[in-house]
């Protein structure tokens, strides 16, 4: 019951028209329908959203109808050149054809059957096909299922009970994981990530700084250690896409190598993103174990345990992997769409080349505005954060100006492009150097818009603590 408010009528259209050269024409008001929805969602969903960030969008959480290739539609009828894209998944833009495909002559077939399938296997091939050194795969539904499998399974093969963290990471939300993630209020990054987490969570993580071999050597090899893994996002893009310091994976091989513990590269992200074989094939370190999800599957939940036969063979004698819907045959299917299609040449060379298109546009534009920023990228990941000097780390990522940030999401809305809060920007395989050429246009613009309106950028010398 939405009372009065018909949703289902198309309020006026204050949005741009899409395509190139719309940017001086329209600047989008105010969302009619995705407020009304908004409303509605509150009353039965819980924070009126699926996922606890999406609350937060400025300057309301917004509503969709559809997407296609780069582009996505809210229920206003406004269409925005989308940079989210789903937080990540969505590697082949909207509606690839190859995938809606696959995943069409899929379902008239079943929608799961508790029992072994061809595509299992066959999907299982192509990762390990993809990814170097790899023998086995795992199936689960999502990142954060992933890791703990992974984790149990380094505790299973070395008997020990603890692992070392980077601080700045994420590896999902669970108990075990969301920890050292963020500063809490008083600035420290030892605290619990959640009310109502377990609280002897705290005492299985040693948190280390990312790029820092000397701690997490120390953290590792300390009397009554017990490392049984060490985890690491080999780039950190959840916090500021920075790329691993060189001879840093290498380092944390030698180590992990040296004490019997498992490494384990959490590439949720940069699976099938920064290489066609991830950070493995890009940065040429092997680790014991692979987390991927997102990209895998184009926007079907899936994630996968992938690496060392003599580790996850370990299923097989011991060590519990469950879950009703793992190895999914309608995700699968569409799993294999969308490897095949990241298989095509040129993907990830035209990855590269719109990354840096990407990132030297929003460089111009804030060395035009006369602005404090910096952007980092690593292929199609790019990174763009006001008012601290610093991009090289995880300190200077907490020192960028999100209010500021904030502002200039909104601007972009109203202009046509939907970005991530926080400063991270995915690219798909659907964006040209045309789509991308009209993004850094109204990014420009969006900033100059937000400096007119109000105060610039601060800087913050927010420090992390430990
Ligand atoms: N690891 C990394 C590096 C991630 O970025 C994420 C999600 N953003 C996760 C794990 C958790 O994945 P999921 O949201 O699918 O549980």
Redesign the pocket.
């Known amino acids: 019951m939405a009372g009065s408010v018909d949703e289902n009528e198309l309020g006026t259209r204050t949005g741009p028209p899409t395509g190139p050269g719309w940017g001086a024409v329209a600047v989008i008001s105010s969302w009619p329908q995705s407020a009304v929805a908004w409303e509605r969602a509150k009353r039965s969903l819980g924070a009126g959203v699926s996922t606890g960030l999406r609350a937060s969008m400025k300057p309301h959480p917004l509503f969709f109808a559809s997407g296609s290739g780069p582009r996505i539609t809210d229920l206003d009828g406004n269409t925005y050149l989308d940079h989210v894209l789903g937080?990540?998944p969505v590697i082949l833009g909207h509606a690839h054809p190859v995938l809606d495909d696959a995943v069409i002559a899929r379902v008239p077939l079943g929608a799961t059957f508790g029992a072994g399938h061809r595509l299992e296997y066959l999907a299982a091939e192509s990762v390990l096909a993809a990814i170097p050194g790899t023998e086995r795969v795992l199936w689960s539904n999502?990142?954060?299922?992933a890791?703990q499998v992974a984790l149990r399974l380094a505790r299973a093969v070395t008997g020990r009970d603890r692992y070392v963290k980077m601080v700045g990471?994420?590896?999902?939300?669970s108990d075990s994981f969301l920890l050292g993630y963020r500063p809490d209020a008083s600035g420290s990054m030892t605290g619990a990530g959640s009310l109502g987490q377990r609280r002897g969570a705290r005492d299985e993580v040693s948190l280390v700084p990312f790029g820092d071999l000397d701690a997490a050597i120390q953290a590792a090899t300390a009397p009554g250690a017990d490392i049984a893994a060490v985890f690491v996002?080999p780039v950190l893009?959840?916090s500021g896409v920075l790329a691993p310091p060189s001879g840093y994976l290498e380092g944390l091989r030698r180590l992990c190598d040296e004490q019997g513990i498992v490494l384990v590269f959490?590439e949720?992200?940069t699976g099938f993103r920064v290489a066609h074989g991830g950070a493995v094939e890009r940065y040429g370190v092997q680790p014991d174990l692979i987390?991927l999800?997102?990209a895998l599957a184009g926007g079907y939940p899936l994630?996968a345990i992938v690496g060392r036969g003599s580790i996850i063979d370990r299923v097989a004698s011991g060590v519990v992997h469950a879950g009703t819907y793992n190895g999914n045959p309608i995700v699968l299917a569409a799993a294999m769409a969308t490897m095949s299609v990241l298989a095509e040449d040129g993907i990830y060379q035209a990855f590269e080349e719109r990354g840096s298109e990407l990132a030297d546009g929003f460089r111009a534009a804030i060395t035009a505005q006369g602005v404090q920023g910096w952007v980092n990228h690593v292929g199609p990941v790019v990174q763009c954060s006001f008012g601290s000097r610093r991009g090289d780390s995880f300190e200077g990522f907490l020192a960028a100006d999100q209010e500021f940030y904030d502002r200039v999401t909104v601007n972009l809305l109203r202009r046509g492009v939907f970005a991530l809060p926080g400063g991270r920007w995915y690219l798909s395989t659907a964006h040209t150097a045309a789509d991308v050429a009209e993004t850094v246009a109204v990014f420009a613009d969006s900033l100059s818009a937000t400096l007119a309106e109000g105060p610039g950028p601060r800087e913050l010398e927010v420090v992390a603590s430990g």
């Open positions: 937080w990540g999502t990142g954060s299922e890791t990471h994420y590896h999902g939300w996002e893009c959840n959490d949720v992200i987390v999800a997102k994630s």
